[in-house]
């Protein structure tokens, strides 16, 4: 990503919630509670290697089952979250007749995850229902603005029945386990269990379990959600999200600031050049410093105008220092106190000390760096990656060849969670970055491909190796062409005269 260019389509419109459920499924275990979580598999759109509880969004046909002690429309969120309940985990929460037994209960589920037979078809042919009274409102979340795929989600808290066996099939699940919460809440504090805000506070209220009943209750009054909307987003303990809108390229609307450390923090990225993200910002860092966190610094992660838009206004307001690559600096409106170099640690201090190694990652801008945290290896990889669209190389101020190059030198590290500066986070860090580098390696065949014998321009590079590109979108694509063509003639595969590209033979 890098700051928007004129002429091209405006930013998408902000995505419609999409009405959901989810079970917080406990049973009692020694000393308090057990939770039943799962794991979302890595390839799904939305919160891909999380760990969540079951649900997933309302179905149309979840409105005809019947939930005794409900009437209306009120029905439809305790249906859909007993189906997503049923098909993701196995486990029943129903009443009345006969229970299936264990290889009829299967058989149903595979036909209910298959389409082949309707929940309430299968409910009403054994005499079962729904009861709302099993069904403990727990809160409802709205996932916030910037993210691509949103959801309206009312959670429920249910107490399985003893005996109750619940099984994670393959599919959009990984794996599912049932888990103390406070060793759920360790994980995540070791960055080995990314959370969402939602499963963070239930495990949190869960912790300190007394009865169902209150604790639905607390679960339905999270702090720091106005309007039901997260603006506390730690997927791990340490590492803050604070999504600011600024110019950069469709599809991002977003740039992800971060917040790092338990006590001392940093701040890397601010960007937003509009006045009214910039208030909201300041008034998000003055709640952590009322906290009792202490400001230390603004670092960058490179000198593109959406990830530097409030670095001045923030270092003023709050009296701190900006640090960063001394490329980067030569390239400010504004002083820079301290320049960052490759292999140096920033030591941040609090409970506990997080350590955060500094790697130098040219190719995107010249002094583009990451931060690699040293116990869970998360790197906040600025615009190394992107959760939602691509990674922009202008030739004018970045080097494909170099890009691809730290791109594969941040997976032999390796790494693992990426925290990108445009859209959401990705836990197999790994796997997305071999992804980048093939998918470049594709595009320059694509583009040496284009260039034919006879010769051709840029712009008849781009129809032929883009074509799965909007063509709205090819004033983006030209840059990296451009780059990639440069790329190639260092590499003396392609030339350049008089403005047409010939391959080298």
Known sequence: MSEAIGGLPAPPEVAVPRPSASVVLMRPAAGGVEVFLVRRDSRLRFAAGFYAFPGGAVDYEDGRVPVGGVEGSGSIFPATAARELFEETGVLCVEGGEAPEPIERDVWRQALLEGKEGFGEGLSKRGLRVREEDFLPAGRWVTPPFMPVRFEA????????????AEVWSGELSEGAWVRPEDALQRWADGQMLLHPPALHALRTLAGFTSA??????????????????????????ILLFPLRTPTLPPATHTNAYVLGNGEALLVDPGATDAGEQA?????????QAEGRRLSAVVLTHHHQDHVGAAAAVAERFGLPVWCHAKTAERLGFAAARRLFDGEVLEVAGEPPMRFRVLHTPGHAPGHLCLVDEKSRAAVVGDMVAGIGTIVIDPTDGDMAEYVAQLTRLARLPVGTLYPAHGPVMPDGPGKLAEYVAHRAARERLVLEAVSASGATLVEVVAAAYADTPIAMHPIAELSAAAILAKLAAEAKVARREGRYYPCR
């Not at 009312?154 to 066996?165: D, N, T």
């Not at 999270?222 to 340490?238: M, N």
């Open 154 to 165: 009312q959670f429920f808290l249910v107490e399985a029945s003893p005996g109750a066996k």
């Open 213 to 238: 009943a209150d604790a639905a209750a607390r679960m339905e009054e999270p702090p720091h959600a106005p309007g039901d909307v997260a603006t506390r987003i730690e997927f791990q303990r340490g």
């Open 280 to 288: 909201r910002f300041a008034s998000f860092l003055a709640e952590l």
